[in-house]
T-cell receptor, first 114, second 114 residues
Framework: GENVEQHPSTLSVQEGDSAVIKCTYSDSASNYFPWYKQELGKRPQLIIDIRSNVGEKKDQRIAVTLNKTAKHFSLHITETQPEDSAVYFCAASLPYSSASKIIFGSGTRLSIRP | DSGVTQTPKHLITATGQRVTLRCSPRSGDLSVYWYQQSLDQGLQFLIQYYNGEERAKGNILERFSAQQFPDLHSELNLSSLELGDSALYFC?????????????FGSGTQLSVL
């Protein structure tokens, strides 16, 4: 089955700098890659997602890139702010499958230093 | 607010006891998913219900069971509780559409088994 590995497990960056979180997946048939943000004590929330027919997607300070050949995808946060501090989960899913098939990475705890 | 409602927010109980967690999905969503998140761990998929029927099973223990009622709310029953069952339990809902299903999480139930 699908396996998603996420690195690093913890990341600390200076406010205003960029942060990058990387994930790899094992099943080349996966075609949907969402990212969830979970603030301390809160629910996971979908912040951005990408499908395999797209190489990059941006939403303000957040961008996700996908390399299908290498089977890895990354989350990029630019001009980091204190409210970016959270745990970020990447995930992968097979086509035409229910959300029960979404496989999550183990999470990255991002801390923004003032 | 995701529109997914979970109760109670906190639950403290003793080993060997049984508890019931409740979830109401977003209006119009037919699927309900249950996830377990242990301390500093990722999201472990437990079970999915779709329109009252069990659709998919993940790493759910035999001591745990769930159901979805005609009004689409769902309950997760945890019995013979052990210390290791202490975790944050999330419910999520989704609706099938033309694209990948997106998960909308409730705010979770923090279960503490003492």
């Amino acid at each position: 089955g699908e396996n998603v590995e996420q690195h690093p497990s913890t990341l600390s960056v200076q406010e205003g700098d960029s942060a990058v979180i990387k994930c790899t997946y094992s099943d080349s048939a996966s075609n949907y890659f969402p990212w969830y943000k979970q603030e301390l004590g809160k629910r996971p929330q979908l912040i951005i997602d990408i499908r395999s027919n797209v190489g990059e997607k941006k939403d303000q300070r957040i961008a996700v890139t996908l390399n299908k050949t290498a089977k890895h995808f990354s989350l990029h946060i630019t001009e980091t702010q204190p409210e970016d501090s959270a745990v970020y989960f990447c995930a992968a899913s097979l086509p035409y499958s229910s959300a029960s098939k979404i496989i999550f990475g183990s999470g990255t705890r991002l801390s923004i230093r003032p | 607010d995701s529109g997914v409602t979970q109760t109670p927010k906190h639950l403290i109980t003793a080993t060997g006891q049984r508890v019931t967690l409740r979830c109401s999905p977003r209006s119009g969503d037919l699927s309900v998913y249950w996830y377990q998140q242990s301390l500093d761990q990722g999201l472990q998929f437990l079970i999915q219900y779709y329109n009252g029927e069990e659709r998919a099973k993940g790493n759910i223990l035999e001591r745990f069971s769930a159901q979805q009622f005609p009004d689409l709310h769902s309950e997760l029953n945890l019995s013979s509780l052990e210390l290791g069952d202490s975790a944050l339990y999330f419910c999520a809902s989704s609706s099938p559409g033309t694209g990948p299903e997106k998960l909308f999480f409730g705010s979770g139930t923090q279960l503490s088994v003492l």
